[in-house]
Protein backbone atom coordinates (compact mmCIF):
# COMPACT_ATOMS: atom_id res chain seq x y z
CA UNK A 1 0.00 0.00 0.00
CA UNK A 2 1.18 3.53 -0.93
CA UNK A 3 1.13 5.00 2.66
CA UNK A 4 2.68 8.75 2.04
CA UNK A 5 2.47 11.10 -1.77
CA UNK A 6 5.10 14.48 -2.06
CA UNK A 7 4.47 16.39 -5.00
CA UNK A 8 6.79 19.15 -5.33
CA UNK A 9 6.30 22.24 -8.71
CA UNK A 10 4.16 19.80 -10.36
CA UNK A 11 0.65 21.50 -12.36
CA UNK A 12 -0.96 24.02 -9.67
CA UNK A 13 0.40 22.00 -7.17
CA UNK A 14 3.71 24.36 -5.33
CA UNK A 15 4.15 21.19 -2.22
CA UNK A 16 2.45 18.33 -1.28
CA UNK A 17 2.94 15.77 1.91
CA UNK A 18 0.12 13.74 2.20
CA UNK A 19 -0.54 10.15 4.07
CA UNK A 20 -2.61 7.98 2.36
CA UNK A 21 -5.11 5.21 3.39
CA UNK A 22 -6.94 2.43 2.04
CA UNK A 23 -9.44 4.79 0.66
CA UNK A 24 -8.69 7.84 0.00
CA UNK A 25 -11.22 10.94 -1.24
CA UNK A 26 -10.20 13.65 -3.32
CA UNK A 27 -13.16 16.52 -3.78
CA UNK A 28 -12.89 20.58 -3.93
CA UNK A 29 -14.23 22.60 -7.06
CA UNK A 30 -13.30 22.35 -10.61
CA UNK A 31 -9.71 23.65 -11.30
CA UNK A 32 -8.73 23.20 -7.49
CA UNK A 33 -5.77 20.61 -8.19
CA UNK A 34 -7.39 17.07 -7.97
CA UNK A 35 -6.63 15.96 -11.39
CA UNK A 36 -3.25 16.85 -10.56
CA UNK A 37 -2.81 15.11 -7.87
CA UNK A 38 -3.91 11.69 -9.58
CA UNK A 39 -1.60 12.68 -12.87
CA UNK A 40 1.29 12.35 -10.62
CA UNK A 41 0.31 8.36 -10.03
CA UNK A 42 -0.42 7.92 -13.65
CA UNK A 43 2.82 9.21 -14.80
CA UNK A 44 4.71 7.25 -12.32
CA UNK A 45 2.93 4.46 -13.72
CA UNK A 46 2.85 4.75 -17.51
CA UNK A 47 6.90 5.32 -17.34
CA UNK A 48 7.98 2.20 -18.46
CA UNK A 49 11.67 3.70 -18.17
CA UNK A 50 11.77 5.04 -14.92
CA UNK A 51 14.54 2.50 -14.06
CA UNK A 52 16.25 4.70 -16.75
CA UNK A 53 15.30 7.57 -13.95
CA UNK A 54 13.15 9.17 -17.34
CA UNK A 55 9.61 10.03 -17.20
CA UNK A 56 7.00 10.12 -19.89
CA UNK A 57 4.77 12.86 -19.54
CA UNK A 58 2.61 11.90 -22.54
CA UNK A 59 1.48 7.91 -22.33
CA UNK A 60 -1.42 5.25 -22.41
CA UNK A 61 -2.60 7.03 -18.93
CA UNK A 62 -1.64 10.71 -18.99
CA UNK A 63 -1.17 13.74 -21.62
CA UNK A 64 0.27 16.51 -19.63
CA UNK A 65 1.88 18.14 -23.03
CA UNK A 66 6.04 19.31 -22.47
CA UNK A 67 7.92 20.86 -19.57
CA UNK A 68 6.49 24.04 -19.38
CA UNK A 69 2.81 22.65 -19.31
CA UNK A 70 4.47 19.82 -15.98
CA UNK A 71 6.04 23.01 -14.28
CA UNK A 72 4.37 25.10 -11.41
CA UNK A 73 4.04 28.19 -12.65
CA UNK A 74 5.38 30.42 -9.56
CA UNK A 75 8.01 27.32 -9.04
CA UNK A 76 11.63 28.70 -7.30
CA UNK A 77 13.27 26.00 -8.20
CA UNK A 78 13.69 24.26 -11.96
CA UNK A 79 12.47 20.82 -10.89
CA UNK A 80 9.42 18.79 -10.45
CA UNK A 81 9.57 16.58 -7.44
CA UNK A 82 7.94 12.92 -6.85
CA UNK A 83 7.62 10.80 -3.72
CA UNK A 84 6.07 7.58 -3.45
CA UNK A 85 6.17 6.04 -0.06
CA UNK A 86 5.33 2.34 0.94
CA UNK A 87 5.14 -0.21 3.67
CA UNK A 88 9.08 -0.54 3.47
CA UNK A 89 10.71 1.66 0.52
CA UNK A 90 10.49 5.03 -0.02
CA UNK A 91 11.34 6.48 -3.62
CA UNK A 92 12.10 10.23 -4.51
CA UNK A 93 12.95 11.82 -8.06
CA UNK A 94 13.58 15.10 -8.81
CA UNK A 95 13.12 15.80 -12.37
CA UNK A 96 15.12 18.30 -14.17
CA UNK A 97 12.56 21.05 -15.84
CA UNK A 98 13.23 21.60 -20.04
CA UNK A 99 10.54 23.44 -21.12
CA UNK A 100 9.85 21.95 -24.46
CA UNK A 101 10.71 18.21 -23.91
CA UNK A 102 8.11 15.48 -23.25
CA UNK A 103 10.24 13.39 -20.99
CA UNK A 104 11.98 14.66 -18.38
CA UNK A 105 15.37 13.32 -16.58
CA UNK A 106 15.99 12.96 -12.85
CA UNK A 107 19.64 12.75 -10.82
CA UNK A 108 18.17 10.25 -8.53
CA UNK A 109 18.03 6.67 -9.30
CA UNK A 110 17.45 3.89 -7.82
CA UNK A 111 18.72 0.05 -7.77
CA UNK A 112 17.34 -2.68 -9.70
CA UNK A 113 16.20 -4.28 -6.49
CA UNK A 114 14.31 -1.30 -5.21
CA UNK A 115 12.60 -0.98 -8.67
CA UNK A 116 11.95 -4.76 -8.70
CA UNK A 117 9.78 -3.63 -5.42
CA UNK A 118 8.69 0.03 -6.94
CA UNK A 119 7.15 -2.53 -10.29
CA UNK A 120 5.76 -5.20 -7.76
CA UNK A 121 4.09 -3.01 -5.68
CA UNK A 122 1.95 -0.93 -8.62
CA UNK A 123 1.64 -4.05 -10.92
CA UNK A 124 -1.80 -4.62 -9.85
CA UNK A 125 -2.99 -0.91 -10.86
CA UNK A 126 -6.51 -0.22 -11.95
CA UNK A 127 -7.14 3.40 -13.47
CA UNK A 128 -10.51 4.53 -14.92
CA UNK A 129 -11.00 8.16 -16.12
CA UNK A 130 -14.11 10.28 -16.24
CA UNK A 131 -14.67 9.54 -19.60
CA UNK A 132 -15.82 6.05 -19.81
CA UNK A 133 -17.20 4.58 -22.99
CA UNK A 134 -20.62 5.35 -23.34
CA UNK A 135 -23.66 3.34 -24.69
CA UNK A 136 -22.42 1.08 -27.61
CA UNK A 137 -24.19 -1.45 -29.90
CA UNK A 138 -21.00 -3.88 -29.87
CA UNK A 139 -17.92 -3.82 -27.38
CA UNK A 140 -14.37 -4.33 -28.01
CA UNK A 141 -12.42 -7.79 -26.88
CA UNK A 142 -8.85 -8.22 -25.50
CA UNK A 143 -7.58 -11.45 -24.26
CA UNK A 144 -4.27 -9.72 -23.54
CA UNK A 145 -5.64 -6.80 -21.25
CA UNK A 146 -8.83 -9.10 -19.73
CA UNK A 147 -7.76 -12.32 -19.50
CA UNK A 148 -4.16 -11.84 -18.83
CA UNK A 149 -4.01 -8.70 -17.21
CA UNK A 150 -7.21 -8.38 -16.07
CA UNK A 151 -7.71 -5.15 -16.62
CA UNK A 152 -10.73 -3.20 -18.12
CA UNK A 153 -9.60 -0.38 -19.54
CA UNK A 154 -9.30 3.39 -19.02
CA UNK A 155 -12.42 3.99 -20.71
CA UNK A 156 -14.05 0.58 -19.11
CA UNK A 157 -13.60 -0.37 -23.13
CA UNK A 158 -13.57 -4.05 -22.35
CA UNK A 159 -16.09 -3.82 -19.21
CA UNK A 160 -18.53 -6.26 -20.94
CA UNK A 161 -15.63 -8.57 -22.88
CA UNK A 162 -14.51 -9.07 -19.19
CA UNK A 163 -17.89 -9.95 -17.57
CA UNK A 164 -18.31 -12.40 -20.59
CA UNK A 165 -15.13 -13.94 -19.64
CA UNK A 166 -15.55 -13.91 -15.93
CA UNK A 167 -18.92 -13.19 -14.88
CA UNK A 168 -20.11 -17.07 -14.68
CA UNK A 169 -16.37 -18.09 -12.50
CA UNK A 170 -15.01 -15.43 -10.83
CA UNK A 171 -16.43 -15.90 -6.73
CA UNK A 172 -16.82 -11.88 -5.41
CA UNK A 173 -15.03 -11.54 -1.82
CA UNK A 174 -17.39 -12.34 0.37
CA UNK A 175 -17.04 -8.65 2.42
CA UNK A 176 -18.15 -7.28 -1.00
CA UNK A 177 -21.40 -9.06 -1.85
CA UNK A 178 -25.12 -7.80 -1.88
CA UNK A 179 -27.39 -9.47 0.40
CA UNK A 180 -30.18 -9.75 -2.80
CA UNK A 181 -28.00 -11.64 -4.74
CA UNK A 182 -28.76 -15.20 -5.69
CA UNK A 183 -24.90 -16.31 -5.86
CA UNK A 184 -21.42 -15.29 -4.86
CA UNK A 185 -20.96 -15.17 -8.57
CA UNK A 186 -19.74 -11.81 -10.77
CA UNK A 187 -23.13 -12.23 -12.83
CA UNK A 188 -25.25 -12.30 -9.83
CA UNK A 189 -23.39 -9.47 -7.87
CA UNK A 190 -23.05 -7.20 -10.73
CA UNK A 191 -27.12 -7.39 -11.24
CA UNK A 192 -27.60 -6.88 -7.59
CA UNK A 193 -25.17 -3.80 -7.38
CA UNK A 194 -26.75 -2.40 -10.65
CA UNK A 195 -30.32 -3.46 -9.22
CA UNK A 196 -29.45 -0.73 -6.63
CA UNK A 197 -29.30 2.06 -9.79
CA UNK A 198 -31.76 0.52 -11.69
CA UNK A 199 -33.84 -1.71 -9.99
CA UNK A 200 -34.63 -5.08 -11.79
CA UNK A 201 -31.65 -4.80 -14.43
CA UNK A 202 -29.82 -7.96 -15.57
CA UNK A 203 -27.05 -8.33 -17.94
CA UNK A 204 -26.41 -10.39 -20.67
CA UNK A 205 -23.14 -10.79 -23.11
CA UNK A 206 -22.64 -12.62 -26.07
CA UNK A 207 -19.26 -12.94 -27.30
CA UNK A 208 -18.64 -13.05 -31.23
CA UNK A 209 -15.71 -14.90 -32.10
CA UNK A 210 -16.04 -13.74 -36.13
CA UNK A 211 -15.16 -10.50 -35.37
CA UNK A 212 -13.64 -10.48 -31.52
CA UNK A 213 -16.59 -8.27 -30.11
CA UNK A 214 -19.22 -8.54 -27.55
CA UNK A 215 -22.95 -7.76 -27.86
CA UNK A 216 -24.24 -6.35 -24.30
CA UNK A 217 -27.73 -6.14 -23.35
CA UNK A 218 -30.28 -5.57 -20.34
CA UNK A 219 -33.43 -7.03 -19.24
CA UNK A 220 -35.56 -6.19 -16.39
CA UNK A 221 -37.55 -8.07 -14.11
CA UNK A 222 -41.65 -8.53 -13.96
CA UNK A 223 -43.13 -9.96 -11.34
CA UNK A 224 -43.08 -13.36 -12.84
CA UNK A 225 -40.38 -13.13 -15.77
CA UNK A 226 -38.35 -10.38 -17.49
CA UNK A 227 -38.96 -8.32 -20.42
CA UNK A 228 -37.25 -8.25 -23.66
CA UNK A 229 -33.69 -7.44 -24.36
CA UNK A 230 -32.93 -3.99 -24.70
CA UNK A 231 -30.05 -2.21 -26.62
CA UNK A 232 -27.63 -0.17 -24.41
CA UNK A 233 -28.43 2.95 -26.47
CA UNK A 234 -32.05 2.53 -25.60
CA UNK A 235 -31.73 2.18 -21.38
CA UNK A 236 -29.12 5.47 -21.01
CA UNK A 237 -25.66 6.11 -19.99
CA UNK A 238 -25.63 5.59 -16.59
CA UNK A 239 -25.41 1.87 -16.29
CA UNK A 240 -23.10 1.84 -19.06
CA UNK A 241 -21.12 4.55 -16.85
CA UNK A 242 -21.28 2.65 -13.84
CA UNK A 243 -20.67 -0.50 -14.81
CA UNK A 244 -16.46 -0.37 -15.38
CA UNK A 245 -16.49 0.75 -12.07
CA UNK A 246 -18.95 -2.10 -10.29
CA UNK A 247 -16.74 -4.38 -11.84
CA UNK A 248 -13.62 -2.79 -10.48
CA UNK A 249 -14.89 -2.84 -7.47
CA UNK A 250 -16.06 -5.95 -7.03
CA UNK A 251 -12.96 -7.59 -8.43
CA UNK A 252 -10.16 -6.19 -5.99
CA UNK A 253 -6.95 -8.05 -4.61
CA UNK A 254 -4.88 -7.43 -2.12
CA UNK A 255 -2.93 -4.58 -2.50
CA UNK A 256 -4.60 -3.68 -6.06
CA UNK A 257 -4.41 0.30 -6.46
CA UNK A 258 -7.57 1.37 -7.91
CA UNK A 259 -8.07 4.83 -9.32
CA UNK A 260 -11.55 6.38 -10.22
CA UNK A 261 -12.22 9.77 -11.78
CA UNK A 262 -15.97 11.02 -11.19
CA UNK A 263 -17.79 7.55 -10.11
CA UNK A 264 -21.26 9.58 -9.91
CA UNK A 265 -21.18 10.42 -13.89
CA UNK A 266 -24.73 9.88 -14.26
CA UNK A 267 -26.49 8.37 -11.47
CA UNK A 268 -29.14 9.25 -9.72
CA UNK A 269 -28.00 10.29 -5.88
CA UNK A 270 -29.46 6.93 -4.20
CA UNK A 271 -27.03 5.40 -6.94
CA UNK A 272 -24.36 7.23 -5.77
CA UNK A 273 -25.05 6.80 -2.15
CA UNK A 274 -24.75 2.87 -2.57
CA UNK A 275 -22.01 3.28 -4.85
CA UNK A 276 -20.38 5.22 -2.03
CA UNK A 277 -21.08 1.97 0.30
CA UNK A 278 -19.63 -0.49 -2.05
CA UNK A 279 -16.34 1.53 -2.48
CA UNK A 280 -16.41 1.54 0.93
CA UNK A 281 -16.43 -2.02 1.20
CA UNK A 282 -14.18 -2.71 -1.54
CA UNK A 283 -11.46 -0.27 0.15
CA UNK A 284 -12.24 -2.29 3.54
CA UNK A 285 -11.20 -5.40 1.75
CA UNK A 286 -7.92 -4.81 1.07
CA UNK A 287 -7.38 -2.58 -2.22
CA UNK A 288 -5.96 0.98 -1.98
CA UNK A 289 -8.60 3.67 -4.01
CA UNK A 290 -8.11 7.18 -4.99
CA UNK A 291 -11.68 8.50 -6.09
CA UNK A 292 -12.00 12.00 -7.82
CA UNK A 293 -15.70 13.02 -6.91
CA UNK A 294 -17.86 16.17 -6.55
CA UNK A 295 -20.82 13.92 -4.94
CA UNK A 296 -21.68 14.61 -1.34
CA UNK A 297 -23.55 11.27 -2.09
CA UNK A 298 -20.55 9.03 -2.47
CA UNK A 299 -19.36 11.12 0.51
CA UNK A 300 -22.35 10.28 3.00
CA UNK A 301 -22.53 6.48 1.74
CA UNK A 302 -18.90 6.62 2.81
CA UNK A 303 -19.61 8.18 6.43
CA UNK A 304 -22.85 5.41 6.53
CA UNK A 305 -20.35 2.79 5.84
CA UNK A 306 -18.08 3.60 8.87
CA UNK A 307 -20.57 3.97 11.29
CA UNK A 308 -22.30 0.94 10.36
CA UNK A 309 -18.29 -0.61 10.83
CA UNK A 310 -18.10 0.69 14.52
CA UNK A 311 -21.52 -0.03 15.04
CA UNK A 312 -21.45 -3.54 13.99
CA UNK A 313 -18.55 -4.32 15.25
CA UNK A 314 -16.08 -4.14 11.34
CA UNK A 315 -19.07 -6.74 10.06
CA UNK A 316 -20.14 -4.13 7.61
CA UNK A 317 -18.48 -1.08 6.49
CA UNK A 318 -15.24 0.26 6.51
CA UNK A 319 -12.85 1.50 9.70
CA UNK A 320 -12.66 4.93 10.19
CA UNK A 321 -8.94 4.54 9.92
CA UNK A 322 -9.17 3.65 6.69
CA UNK A 323 -10.35 6.72 5.39
CA UNK A 324 -8.52 9.87 4.17
CA UNK A 325 -10.98 12.88 2.66
CA UNK A 326 -8.54 15.64 0.80
CA UNK A 327 -10.17 19.17 0.38
CA UNK A 328 -8.33 20.43 -2.43
CA UNK A 329 -9.29 24.77 -2.69
CA UNK A 330 -6.57 27.40 -3.95
CA UNK A 331 -4.73 30.09 -2.21
CA UNK A 332 -4.36 33.35 -4.13
CA UNK A 333 -2.18 36.22 -3.40
CA UNK A 334 -0.15 39.16 -5.50
CA UNK A 335 2.80 36.74 -6.13
CA UNK A 336 1.09 32.88 -7.07
CA UNK A 337 -1.96 31.02 -6.81
CA UNK A 338 -1.23 27.78 -5.79
CA UNK A 339 -3.45 24.35 -4.67
CA UNK A 340 -3.76 23.52 -0.92
CA UNK A 341 -5.07 20.52 0.55
CA UNK A 342 -6.70 20.11 3.99
CA UNK A 343 -7.13 16.61 5.22
CA UNK A 344 -10.58 15.98 7.21
CA UNK A 345 -10.66 13.14 9.73
CA UNK A 346 -14.06 10.76 9.85
CA UNK A 347 -14.79 9.30 13.80
CA UNK A 348 -16.97 6.50 14.26
CA UNK A 349 -20.05 8.17 13.62
CA UNK A 350 -19.22 9.07 10.13
CA UNK A 351 -19.03 12.77 11.38
CA UNK A 352 -16.12 15.07 9.88
CA UNK A 353 -13.76 16.97 12.24
CA UNK A 354 -14.55 20.10 9.70
CA UNK A 355 -16.28 21.24 7.15
CA UNK A 356 -14.59 24.41 4.73
CA UNK A 357 -15.79 26.35 2.48
CA UNK A 358 -17.43 25.18 -0.87
CA UNK A 359 -17.22 21.54 0.71
CA UNK A 360 -20.49 20.41 1.63
CA UNK A 361 -22.32 23.97 2.13
CA UNK A 362 -24.01 24.26 -1.65
CA UNK A 363 -27.34 22.81 -0.45
CA UNK A 364 -27.60 25.03 2.29
CA UNK A 365 -26.88 28.38 0.09
CA UNK A 366 -29.07 27.52 -2.09
CA UNK A 367 -31.90 26.88 0.32
CA UNK A 368 -31.40 30.18 2.04
CA UNK A 369 -32.26 31.65 -1.56
CA UNK A 370 -35.66 30.35 -1.50
CA UNK A 371 -36.07 32.43 1.82
Known sequence: ????????????????????????????????????????????????KLEERVIDLNGGLAQIGRGQ???????????????????????????????????????????KKQMDYFREKTKLFQYISAERIGPQDIYEASSITVSDKKQLGQLGEFAAYYLNVFGSEYDVNKKLQHPKANSGKLNAQVNAWLGEISPGISLNTKYIPEVNKVILDYQFDLEKTTTNPFRPKNVGFGISYVLPIVLALLTVEENKIIVIENPESHIHPKGQAK?????????????????????????NGIRVAVKNFHSSNGVLGISKDNVNILFFDKITTDKEQYSKITPIRVDHKGELDEYPTDFLDEWSNQLLKLL
Not at 5 to 31: P, Q
Open 1 to 48: MITQIEIKNFKSIRKAYIRTKKLNLLMGLNGMGKSSFIQMLLLLMQSD
Open 69 to 111: DALYQFAEDDFIEFGIEFEEDKFNWKFNYQKDKDKLVSDIGFS
Open 275 to 299: LGELISLAAQSGAQIFIETHSDHIL
